[in-house]
């Protein structure tokens, strides 16, 4: 298979993270000498804390740091022994007092996320399957990981898709003994609600559904004793549901807690669950803390706590009612999200509020969608209803000037988050009012010269470039190879052009540029299920082209403005398409808009490397060997040159019935074969039309003496008028690839090819840089950004590739 140098999804993590770091807005210390829960003091100033997760407050309750402290008397810092061989002293009480809340013998474990690592290996059997909500917490999907290595089945849904969980459950049940459904039951940062009712539903339709619910972020500040939003819900714990809570957070201490109906199941997590076993246990203090919250949780105070902070959630959600403020979930949670849509809006508003003395979370990438970031404000017991009010006046203040700052409106945000809205009145700001855009939706439109003139002078997407490819995708019957074609140029108020563009429109596999080892998974289910894991896609340029697809006249003074007023014309095309993904591509990796482009709510992630030669004339081979480095000199002598003797070359501009049948074979076979790059296959048709145009041409390798199979490789050719020559596609026979070393031979070829008409310039295109760089050619590395309405598609690649790391450890 050929070689390309693939994304990495944490570094497209780190990206984004590290972007919101330089903004000041993560990664910050706390500077106060004594908490109290009300304020937090950060860089100096005294800041209203509405970033909390200790919604109750007890973290700051007397009792509890009072029974903490006397612990680390009685007992010391910690107990550094196994719970397998003997607890500390105050453990049994905790755990009685647990039970007391809940009616069901708990395990106590370190923190959730070591839990998790105890729990699902353990429960989760080889004859079992799982299925995630694809925002369930991190550690949820972290423990998942281990069961990969068992060849356990784990799959994803879109958050809160159960129409796509059945899908799953129908897919697996005929092979798996339980599928385990795994969700949150507060989500962390919309703070939205698992649908019980709608999933005990699916329980009754299928037997063989189980559940396993991250309750964290329910717990305490809901269900009688506090025992959180999933017991509250389902009042009684079935044998098919399961339940991770807490003691952290909002219980006040330190811990977490894990319950199930089954007792041998108890014993056998217990007995073998992981950091159960194998690690420390909770220090004395967090234990002698999470009693004194128990007893608070056992006593009639805990309603009056549960009361008070459901005032103060009904007061600031009357609050935002007199406003229009686009809060994506409204319900009687204490988690409230703030839609910005970008995060340059949500750093503005952020640096607004902290400036008012208002201390709030960033909710970024990864955590949710980059096009849905936002702030994340937590209400808790510590916050006085005047400190409320003044931050829902903050609030309704700054948002419209951080959205008039950051070129973003209330109508954007709200679609971003698929919100109904009004479309309002477009009013243009100043400079904005200077310039013109436009959209065509063919090259016919578009003046011949001016296109060739700005855009048309690479790859295949000349003005000739462009015909072919409406002529041979624009009505295709296949939904895979049809397209819809979208041109823009933004012109100044002297009708200079600023700004051209070209887009389409139509179906992309997501695992396009995932490792090979994930499309090969892929395409065994797409066998059965051809559009699995697909997106609708409008992205700039076209996946028949590569290159420079967005000319931007960087000298112009509204260079900048130009670019911005185009992505507000494709986010609303995005919108009015309900495509899934909008791509922008191939922008070199160091370029000056890549800090204007993120801020408007795209990742950036790294494109296959491009190659390029450019073609210096030369008469003699020897020549042409100068050109290249002393090792690839030696490559070219020994692995190329020496071969060219057992072919016979032809180059035609027009291919018959059975040439065309044999050149469209060969490719078919490279294509199957290869899925570094993994598009559609393309149609019989996208080839007999290269016969309909005088720019393609075919370069064909027969070997000499053999009738029986007169081609074994094609290079289908595209000469650009502009003096660029392009081989946009191969073909090649492997029963004779490796003898005849064809695919090298075609790339020389193609370079004899091109130094004959006089071409300047060689797009080889991505894919096997390693041979193209042998023969000269230089290594450009693009990168592309990228908007989704979810996280679904790229979380689901890196689940695939972590699975396939997995069973490859274990081969």
Known sequence: MAKIKHNNFIDTVDEVLSGAKKEGILHLYAEDKILTGRTIQIKGKEMFHFGTTGYLGLEQDDRIKEAAIQAIRDYGTQFPLSKSYISHPLYSELESKIEQMYGIPPIITKN??????????????????????????????????????????????????????????????????????????????????????????????????????????????????????????????????????????????????????????????????????????????????????????????????????????????????????????????????????????????????????????????????????????????????????????????????????????????????????????????????????????????????????????QNIFDWEGMMYLENTFKHHPDPTNQWDFYYYTVKDSGGKIILMTFCTYGLWKDDMLATESVSLQLEEIRKTNPLYLTSKVLGMGSLFTEGKHCYINQEHPLAETALKLLLDKLEEKYNALNADMLVLRDFEEHNKYDKTIQEQGYFKINMPESCVIENKNWNTYEELAKELSPRSRKHFSKEILPFERHYDVVIKDKLDKIEIERAYQLYSNVKNNNYAINTFLYPQEVFENMNQSPNWEFILLALKNNSETPIIGVMFCYKNDNHTYVPELVGMDYKWAKEYQIYRQLLFQTIKRANELQFSKIDFGVSASFEKRKLGAQIIPKVAYVQARDNFAMEAMNTLQNDYKSLTKTT
């Open 112 to 457: 959730s996320t070591l839990g998790h690592l105890a729990v699902i290996p353990t429960l989760i059997r080889d004859e079992d399957a799982v299925v995630m909500d694809h925002q369930v917490h991190w550690s949820v999907q972290n423990a998942c990981q281990l069961l990969k290595l068992r060849g356990i089945p784990v799959e994803m849904i879109r958050h809160g898709n159960l129409d796509m969980l059945e899908e799953k459950i129908k897919k697996l049940s005929s092979k798996c003994n339980k599928i385990w459904y795994m969700a949150d039951g507060v989500y962390s940062m919309f703070g939205d609600y698992a649908q019980i009712s709608e999933i005990l539903d699916l329980t009754k339709k299928y037997p063989k559904l189980n559940l396993y619910f991250d309750d964290v972020h329910g717990m305490s500040w809901k269900g009688k004793n506090g025992t959180g939003f999933i017991f509250d819900a389902i009042k009684e714990l079935p044998e098919n549901i399961v339940v991770v809570s807490t003691l952290s957070k909002t219980f006040g201490a330190s811990g977490a807690t894990f319950f199930c109906k089954n007792q041998k199941l108890r014993d056998k997590i217990k007995n073998f669950g992981g950091p159960l076993t194998f690690s420390a246990q909770l220090e004395p203090a967090s234990v002698a803390a999470a009693i004194a919250s128990a007893d608070i949780h056992l006593s009639p105070e805990i309603t009056i706590l549960q009361q008070d902070l459901a005032d103060k959630i009904a007061y600031f959600n009357q609050l935002l009612t007199n406003g229009n403020l686009p809060i994506i979930s409204k319900n009687d949670s204490p988690v409230f999200f703030l839609g910005m849509g970008t995060p340059i809006t949500a750093y503005n508003f952020l640096h607004r509020l902290f400036n008012e003395g208002f201390f709030l979370n960033l909710g970024i990438y990864p955590a949710v969608p980059i096009k849905n970031t936002g702030i994340r404000i937590t209400l808790s017991a510590h916050n006085l209803k005047q400190d409320i009010k003044a931050l829902a006046e903050a609030m309704e203040h700054h948002f419209p000037k951080a959205l008039e700052e950051t070129n973003n409106s209330e109508y954007k945000i709200r679609k971003a988050f698929g919100i109904h809205a009004e479309k309002p009145e477009m009013i243009s700001e100043p400079p904005m009012q200077e310039l013109s855009i436009v959209e065509k939706i063919s090259i016919n439109e578009i003046v011949k010269s001016d296109w060739n003139h700005y855009i048309g002078k």
